[in-house]
Nanobody
């Protein structure tokens, strides 16, 4: 059973930066695509970024392109989300997700495993 644990969230002022981490355990991380999603209160969970199994291929939501960067260190069983130039509209709970497939997916339904989330609050 895969387990995902996020950390690194917190309050930050607009224009600032945060780095989220997600620790993977229970299976071999090399067999999973890893992604970040986020959810604001009262809204649907939305795709943020995804990385391939080897970390060489990434995809981003248009809203974070050029500001956020996803990376993974398989030797540390960890995936990261570096968030720069944060905006108040980036405020949300951020979730890490894992998919045993091979195609980089942007839909919630594609991901079998989820973390508990970490809150990011950006103040203006």
């Amino acid at each position: 059973q895969v387990q995902l644990v996020e950390s690194g969230g917190g309050p930050v002022q607009a224009g600032g930066s945060l780095r989220l981490s997600c620790t993977f355990s229970g299976r071999s991380i090399y067999e999973y695509i890893l992604a970040w999603f986020r959810q604001e209160p009262g809204k649907d969970r939305e795709f943020v970024a995804v990385t391939s199994r080897d970390g060489f291929t990434t995809r981003y939501a248009d809203s974070v392109m050029g500001r956020f960067s996803i990376s993974r260190d398989n030797s540390k069983n960890t995936v990261y989300l570096q968030m720069n130039r944060l905006k108040p509209e980036d405020t949300a709970i951020y979730y890490c997700a894992a998919d045993a497939g091979i195609v980089l997916q942007r839909t919630i339904q594609a991901y079998e495993y989820w973390g508990q989330g970490t809150q990011v609050t950006v103040s203006s």
